[in-house]
C-alpha cells in the first residue's frame, strides 16, 4: 500500500503533477485487486497484465525519467538506487526485526517487475512457491520429494513468512515455536489450555517443533522422526533422568522386556497417548483407573477400544477369554466387581519378558513389590502372588483350588 502520501505530493510538485494522477489509478488499481489478495489461494496469476501505474504513466507521457536517469531511458540507468527508488512511494519494507536477504540488499526486482507482469504484485512468477523456490532450491526439492507436505506450505510460503520483513525469526507471523501454529490450529489452542494432565514435552525450549516439522517429513502428520515410538523414546530415556523426572525410562523398559504389546510393535505409543495432553491419567486418550483397585466400570478402561469387554463381563464363556477355570471367567472373578483389580495388577501393556500373555514379573501394591509367578500349561495356567497361595485355572478340566 502506498503509505508515504506526503512524500508522494511533494514528489509530485516536483516532477509537474505526474504523481497526482498516480494516485487516481492507484485507487481504482486497488480496487480491482483487493479480492485476489490470496489468503490461502495458490494461484498467483493475474486475469490481466499487471502495469505498474508509474510506469504506465511514464508510458503515457513518454517520460521515464521518475525512475531512470534518462527520458527514454534508453540505458536502463537507475535515477536512484533501489530500495530508496521505490520507497519514495512505498512503505519501507526493512523496517522490522527480521529482514529477508534479499530485500536488506535491497533487490525488489529479484523479486518484482518494476514494469509490468502477468502476475499479481508485479511478481515474477505466477506462485508463490514457484518464487521462492526459485532461490530456495531446496526447499524446491523438499516439496517435491516428501511425502507429507503440511497443506499450508503446500498453498503459498507466505500463509507463514512475510516475504519482506517481521518481527519474529525468518520473518515468521508470530513465533514460529507456537504461537504460529495456535493461530492457525485454534482448536488445539483450546485443548492446552484446558487439558488437565498437560505435557512436559511442550515446556521444552522447541515447543511444537520438538515433535514436528513445520514444513512436512515423509512421516505422517509431519513427525521428526519415523514413527511416534521412535519419537516418544527420544525424549523417554536416560536424558529424561537427568532432568530428575520420576517417570520410568520407557527406552530401557522397553529394551529389557522385548515382547511390546500390539500398538508398541507397530510403532504407535498415540494409539493411547495423545501427546499434546488430555484429562485422564498418564495422557490417555481414554481413562483408565489410577489404583490396583476400582470398581469395574467398561468405560474407565482404554483397553476396549481394542479388545473385547466380554472378556471381562460375562460371568461364564467358553469363548471370550482364555483366562477361565471351564467356562468360568477368572477375569470376571478378578476385575469385575465393586473393589475390582485394574488389569495393571497382573499385565504390563508396555512390554514383558518373563511370561506370556503380557503377564508382569512383579506386582507393586502400595510400596511392595511382589512377584506373581505364573505357570503357564497347554489348557490354562497357575500363578502364587501374594494374594494368595497357588492357584490354578484350566480350560478343559477345571481345577478346584483351596479357599
Ligand atoms: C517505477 C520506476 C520505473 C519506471 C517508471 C520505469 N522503470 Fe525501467 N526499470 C526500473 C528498475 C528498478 C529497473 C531495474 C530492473 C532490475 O535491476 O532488475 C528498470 C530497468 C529498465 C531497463 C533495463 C532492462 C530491463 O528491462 O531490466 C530498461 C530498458 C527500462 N527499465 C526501460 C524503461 C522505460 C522505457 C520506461 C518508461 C516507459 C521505464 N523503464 C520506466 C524502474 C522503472
Ligand atoms: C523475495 C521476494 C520479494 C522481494 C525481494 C521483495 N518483495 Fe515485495 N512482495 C513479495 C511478495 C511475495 C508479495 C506479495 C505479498 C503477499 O501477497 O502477501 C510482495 C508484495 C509487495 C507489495 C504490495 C503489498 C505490500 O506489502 O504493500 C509491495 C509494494 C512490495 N512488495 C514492494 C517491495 C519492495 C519495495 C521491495 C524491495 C525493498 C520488495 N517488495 C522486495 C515478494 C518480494
Ligand atoms: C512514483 C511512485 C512509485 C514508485 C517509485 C514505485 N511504485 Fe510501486 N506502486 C506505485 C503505485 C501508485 C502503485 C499502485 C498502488 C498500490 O497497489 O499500492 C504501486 C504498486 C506496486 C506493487 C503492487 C502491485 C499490485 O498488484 O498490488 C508493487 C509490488 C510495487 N508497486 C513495487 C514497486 C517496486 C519494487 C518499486 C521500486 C523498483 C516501486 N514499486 C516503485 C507507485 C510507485
Ligand atoms: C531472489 C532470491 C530469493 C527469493 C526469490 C526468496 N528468497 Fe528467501 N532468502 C534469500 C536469501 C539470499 C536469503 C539469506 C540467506 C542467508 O542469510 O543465509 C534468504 C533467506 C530466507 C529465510 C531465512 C533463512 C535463514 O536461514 O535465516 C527465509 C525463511 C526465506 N528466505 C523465505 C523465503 C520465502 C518464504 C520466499 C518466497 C516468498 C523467499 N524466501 C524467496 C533469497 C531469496
Ligand atoms: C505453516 C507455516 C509455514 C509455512 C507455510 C512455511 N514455513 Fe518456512 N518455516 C516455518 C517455521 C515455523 C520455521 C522455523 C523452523 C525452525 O525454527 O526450525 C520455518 C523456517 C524456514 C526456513 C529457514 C530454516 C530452513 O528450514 O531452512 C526457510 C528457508 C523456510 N522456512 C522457507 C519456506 C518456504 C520456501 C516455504 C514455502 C515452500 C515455507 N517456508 C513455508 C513455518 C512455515
Ligand atoms: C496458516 C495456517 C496454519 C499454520 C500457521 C499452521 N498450520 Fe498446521 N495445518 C493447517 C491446515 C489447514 C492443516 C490441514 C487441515 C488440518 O489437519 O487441520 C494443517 C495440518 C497440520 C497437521 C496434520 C498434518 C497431517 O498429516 O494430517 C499438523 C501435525 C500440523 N498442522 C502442525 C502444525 C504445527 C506444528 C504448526 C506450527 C509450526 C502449524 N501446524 C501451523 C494450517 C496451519
Ligand atoms: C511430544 C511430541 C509432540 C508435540 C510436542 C506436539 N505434537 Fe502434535 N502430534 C504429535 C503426534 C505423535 C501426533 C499424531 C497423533 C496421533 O496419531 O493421534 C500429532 C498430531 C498433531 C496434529 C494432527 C492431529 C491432531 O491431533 O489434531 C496437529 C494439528 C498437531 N499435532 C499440532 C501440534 C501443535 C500445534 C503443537 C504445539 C502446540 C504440537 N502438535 C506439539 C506429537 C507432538
Ligand atoms: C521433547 C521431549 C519429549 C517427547 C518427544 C515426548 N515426551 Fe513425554 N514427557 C516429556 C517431559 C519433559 C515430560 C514431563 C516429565 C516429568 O513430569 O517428569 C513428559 C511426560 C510424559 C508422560 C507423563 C504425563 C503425566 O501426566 O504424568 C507420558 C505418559 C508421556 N510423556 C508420554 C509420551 C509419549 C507417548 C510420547 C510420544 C508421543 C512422548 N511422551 C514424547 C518429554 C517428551
Ligand atoms: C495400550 C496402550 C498404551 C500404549 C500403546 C502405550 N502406553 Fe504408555 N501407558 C499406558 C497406560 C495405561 C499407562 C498408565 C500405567 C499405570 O499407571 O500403571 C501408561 C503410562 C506411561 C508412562 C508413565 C510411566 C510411569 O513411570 O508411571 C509413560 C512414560 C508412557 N506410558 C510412555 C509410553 C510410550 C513412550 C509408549 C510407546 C513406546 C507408550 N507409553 C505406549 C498405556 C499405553
Ligand atoms: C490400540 C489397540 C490396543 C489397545 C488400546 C490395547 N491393546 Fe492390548 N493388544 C492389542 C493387540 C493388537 C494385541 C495383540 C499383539 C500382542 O500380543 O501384543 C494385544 C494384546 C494384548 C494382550 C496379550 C494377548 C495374548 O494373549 O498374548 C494383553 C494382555 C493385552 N493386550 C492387554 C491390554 C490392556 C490391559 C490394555 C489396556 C491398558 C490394552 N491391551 C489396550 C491392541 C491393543
Ligand atoms: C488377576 C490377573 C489378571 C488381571 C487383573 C487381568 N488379566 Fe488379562 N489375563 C490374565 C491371564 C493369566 C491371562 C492369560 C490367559 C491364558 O491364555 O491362559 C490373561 C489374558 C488376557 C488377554 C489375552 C486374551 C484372553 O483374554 O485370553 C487380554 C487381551 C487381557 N488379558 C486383557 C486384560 C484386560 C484388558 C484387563 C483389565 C481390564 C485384564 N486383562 C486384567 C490375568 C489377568
Redesign the pocket.
Known amino acids: 500500500m502506498v503509505k508515504h502520501m506526503k512524500k508522494i505530493i511533494l514528489t509530485a510538485a516536483a516532477v509537474g503533477g505526474l504523481m497526482l494522477a498516480v494516485i487516481a489509478t492507484a485507487g481504482t488499481d486497488k480496487a480491482n485487486q483487493s479480492s485476489t489478495s490470496a489468503d490461502f489461494e495458490p494461484n498467483m496469476k493475474s486475469a490481466a497484465k499487471v502495469v505498474h501505474p508509474p510506469y504506465q504513466m511514464a508510458k503515457d507521457d513518454k517520460d521515464c525519467s521518475f525512475c531512470h536517469t534518462e527520458k527514454d531511458a534508453k540505458s536502463g540507468a537507475l535515477k536512484m538506487d533501489m530500495p530508496d527508488l521505490c520507497y519514495q512511494c512505498h512503505e519501507a519494507k526493512d523496517t522490522k526485526k527480521f529482514i529477508h536477504g534479499p530485500v536488506g540488499a535491497g533487490a525488489c526486482t529479484a523479486c518484482h517487475n518494476p514494469h509490468e507482469s502477468e502476475n499479481m504484485k508485479l511478481l515474477r512468477f505466477p506462485s508463490i512457491n514457484q518464487l521462492c523456490t526459485s532461490c530456495h532450491a531446496d526447499k524446491g526439492h523438499f516439496l517435491k520429494n516428501t511425502k507429507h507436505i503440511h497443506p499450508p506450505v503446500q498453498d503459498q510460503c507466505t500463509n507463514c513468512h512475510d516475504p519482506h520483513t517481521e518481527d519474529y525469526k525468518f520473518q515468521l507471523k508470530a513465533d514460529g515455536k507456537m504461537d504460529l501454529c495456535l493461530m492457525c490450529h485454534v482448536e488445539k489452542k483450546e485443548h492446552l489450555a484446558s487439558v488437565t ?1 498437560k ?3 511442550l ?2 525450549p522447541r515447543k511444537c517443533l ?2 514436528h516439522n513445520p514444513h512436512g517429513t515423509d512421516t505422517p502428520r509431519m513427525l521428526i522422526k519415523d514413527t ?1 515410538k521412535d ?2 523414546l ?3 530415556n536416560d536424558k ?1 533422568e537427568q ?1 530428575g ?3 520410568i525410562n520407557m527406552d530401557k523398559h522397553l529394551k529389557e522386556h522385548p515382547d511390546h504389546h500390539g500398538p508398541i510393535l507397530w510403532g504407535d ?2 494409539a493411547c ?1 495423545n ?1 499434546h495432553g488430555s484429562d485422564n491419567l ?2 490417555l486418550k481414554k481413562p483408565f483407573p489410577e489404583s490396583f483397585y476400582a470398581k469395574f466400570d467398561e468405560k474407565s478402561y482404554i483397553c476396549f477400544e481394542c479388545h473385547e469387554p466380554a472378556k471381562i463381563q460375562d460371568a461364564a464363556t467358553t469363548t471370550a477369554t482364555n483366562f477361565r477355570n471351564g467356562t468360568k471367567n477368572m477375569h470376571f472373578v478378578h476385575v469385575n466387581k465393586d473393589k475390582g483389580r485394574t488389569c495393571r495388577a497382573c499385565h504390563d501393556f508396555h512390554g514383558t519378558k518373563e511370561y506370556p500373555h503380557h503377564l508382569r514379573l512383579k506386582t507393586s501394591f502400595g510400596a511392595i513389590n511382589f512377584p506373581i509367578r505364573y505357570i503357564e500349561t497347554p489348557t490354562g495356567g497357575s500363578c502364587a502372588p501374594a494374594c494368595h497361595a497357588r492357584r490354578h485355572y484350566d480350560r478343559e478340566t477345571p481345577k478346584e483350588n483351596l479357599k
Open positions: 494432565h505435557h512436559g514435552a515446556e521444552r520438538e515433535c511416534s519419537l516418544c527420544s525424549c523417554h529424561m532432568d523426572s520420576k517417570l505409543c498415540a497417548h501427546p498418564r495422557m
